[in-house]
T-cell receptor, first 114, second 116 residues
Framework: AQSVTQPDIHITVSEGASLELRCNYSYGATPYLFWYVQSPGQGLQLLLK??????LVQGIKGFEAEFKRSQSSFNLRKPSVHWSDAAEYFC????????????FGSGTRLQVQP | GAVVSQHPSWVICKSGTSVKIECRSLDFQATTMFWYRQFPKQSLMLMAT?????????EQGVEKDKFLINHASLTLSTLTVTSAHPEDSSFYIC????????????FGPGTRLTVT
């Protein structure tokens, strides 16, 4: 069965500092990978996605992620964090066998210090 | 991009009553929709797959009789929490996959259910 691991439950960074959120996946074939952001009490917003091709993908809000097949990773990065980036970040992989649902990681809560 | 709406955005109900949550795809048709549940500070867990014109497919451990799903049309799926109890309090999110087959999901804004 496919799975997603986000090793960091909570990360705190200073505003203006760089950010990297880790995501490791387990999947039998070429995965479709996603990063979503969720503000408190809100739904999910897609930051970026990887299906194929260039392993470095650019997303919204200045985020990027790099797919590394050899490491089964899809880490999310941002060179300079803004206070508004404070939120919960979820990595997801799809499709699940026999259906098109996504499997989500446990999430990483990002706190930004002024 | 495609939009998925949910109604209501939040609901409070008394223990023992039933609550219906609607999920609509506003500008596209969705033969399949997914229902997720998210407990506070936890991840999204798939509850069931809603299929237009056929029965829903439930994940292991999800009670079919408690969480009734009806995919009434190509743009509407409903989740009814029957005989709700406080432990059913959660954030319920629906999603619909985009049509190209690349497994991107469009998520609704979620419904916060509180059972008192």
């Amino acid at each position: 069965a496919q799975s997603v691991t986000q090793p960091d439950i909570h990360i705190t960074v200073s505003e203006g500092a760089s950010l990297e959120l880790r995501c490791n996946y387990s999947y039998g074939a070429t995965p479709y990978l996603f990063w979503y952001v969720q503000s408190p009490g809100q739904g999910l917003q897609l930051l970026l996605k990887y299906f194929s091709g260039d392993t470095l993908v650019q997303g919204i809000k200045g985020f990027e992620a790099e797919f590394k097949r050899s490491q089964s990773s899809f880490n999310l990065r941002k060179p300079s964090v803004h206070w508004s980036d404070a939120a919960e970040y979820f990595c997801a992989v799809g499709p699940d066998t026999g259906r098109r649902a996504l499997t989500f990681g446990s999430g990483t809560r990002l706190q930004v210090q002024p | 991009g495609a939009v998925v709406s949910q109604h209501p955005s939040w609901v409070i109900c008394k223990s023992g009553t039933s609550v219906k949550i609607e999920c609509r795809s506003l500008d596209f048709q969705a033969t399949t929709m997914f229902w997720y549940r998210q407990f506070p500070k936890q991840s999204l867990m798939l509850m069931a797959t809603s299929n237009e014109g056929s029965k829903a497919t439930y994940e292991q451990g999800v009670e079919k009789d408690k969480f009734l799903i009806n995919h009434a049309s190509l743009t509407l799926s409903t989740l009814t929490v029957t005989s709700a109890h406080p432990e059913d309090s959660s954030f319920y999110i629906c999603s619909a996959p985009e049509a190209s087959g690349k497994y991107e999901q469009y998520f609704g804004p979620g419904t916060r259910l509180t059972v008192t």
